[in-house]
């Protein structure tokens, strides 16, 4: 089995375990709130904002956007792949710096926990999850143009 499988299926199976917790931890009205406070902006857009950088300090933007078209010669597909790998690499990279980030400023801010609670966890693994969502979004594209 390919590495790149093998990951796309420890990804899937990761974020099928949460969804599966998500569902039965909560009533249909709970859910729907969870799922709208676990959504964190700021995180999404740094998680998208940092490989989007990457990409343009190395000239591969258009070969990203390229990567989502079908048509193409082998030398472009393989400048295409080449910009798809970076864009994976940088988004998980991306999230576990933005996890960090919040770690730290918990840390440094002295943050009162009784406030936020169980909240602080969240904050600090939504953005690798953002990360490894957007990664598995990325997957079928890297493995169609291989």
């Known amino acids: 089995m ?9 990804v899937g199976l990761c974020m099928f375990t949460i969804f599966v ?10 859910l729907l709130i969870a799922l709208v406070h676990s959504l964190d902006l700021p995180s999404l857009l740094c998680v998208l904002g940092i490989p989007l950088m990457i990409l343009a300090a190395s000239g591969k933007v258009g070969s990203f ?15 295409c ?18 996890g960090i980030i919040y770690a730290l400023c918990f840390l440094a801010y ?11 966890i969240i904050c600090i ?9 957007i990664s598995a979004i990325l997957l079928p594209i890297k ?3 291989d």
């Open 2 to 10: 390919k590495k790149s499988n093998v990951v796309a299926f420890v």
């Open 21 to 30: 917790i998500l569902v039965n931890g909560y009533s249909d009205d709970m």
């Open 65 to 79: 956007f390229k990567a989502f078209k079908k048509d193409g010669s082998d030398s472009s597909k393989q400048e």
């Open 81 to 98: 792949l080449s910009a798809v790998n970076c864009a994976i690499t940088g988004v998980i990279v991306s999230g576990f710096i933005g």
């Open 110 to 120: 002295g943050i009162d926990t009784d406030l936020l609670g169980d909240a602080s």
């Open 125 to 133: 693994l939504l953005p690798p999850l953002y990360g490894f969502i």
């Open 143 to 145: 493995n169609r143009l």
